[in-house]
């Protein structure tokens, strides 16, 4: 149910998102968006991803109206907080968060998203999403693979450029 529709995401991303998959692709990287905005619904069920029981997790995950994962599926956090940057939040009249300020993207070999971050399609010696996550740096962008906990296919504005 997470969306790509890029008019859930900040003005300012929603200029800057094209331009960064342009300069993926001048380096030889195909990338695609893989999520925008989400509602608090959707974080909830992603964060008891490989936190809770399989059962309780597809509960979540059905209140959220998302589909189910396996017990294999399960085994894999895919979130590491409840506060992300993709939520968005429509119903409590404050202008400010009402577009997502993060996005998360995947690099694309022969049409299909490649997960390993460690992946170097290009073969020049550097995994492709840290190139990639440099090239959002450039931008003044924020990206995840440069943090403790990394999270390479994330990127998001930094908290002082929210508006």
């Given at each position: 149910k ?23 692709k ?5 990338v695609?968006i ?13 964060y ?10 597809n ?7 998302m ?15 409840l506060a992300?940057r993709?939520?968005?939040n ?11 300020t993060?996005?998360?993207f ?9 997960w390993?971050?460690k ?7 550097v ?9 959002a ?6 990206s ?5 906990h ?7 504005m930094f908290?002082?450029?929210i508006?």
């Amino acid at each position: 149910k997470m969306s790509r529709d890029l008019n859930l995401l900040h003005p300012q991303l929603q200029d800057l998102v094209p331009v960064f998959i342009q300069k993926c692709k001048e380096v030889g990287h195909d990338v695609i968006i893989t999520c925008t905005g989400r509602d608090f619904k959707e974080q909830v069920a992603l964060y008891a991803q490989g936190r809770q029981p399989l059962e309780e997790t597809n509960k979540l995950r059905k209140i959220a109206k998302m589909q189910p994962i396996t017990a294999e599926a399960n085994k894999k956090r895919v979130t590491w907080t409840l506060a992300s940057r993709h939520i968005i939040n429509l119903d409590d009249n404050i202008k400010s968060n009402d577009k997502a300020t993060a996005f998360d993207f995947a690099v694309v070999k022969n049409g299909k998203a490649i997960w390993d971050v460690k992946a170097d399609v290009d073969a020049d010696g550097v995994s492709d999403y840290l190139e990639c996550a440099k090239i959002a740096q450039s931008l003044g962008l924020e990206s995840g693979a440069f943090w403790k906990h990394k999270d390479f296919p994330h990127v998001q504005m930094f908290q002082k450029d929210i508006k």
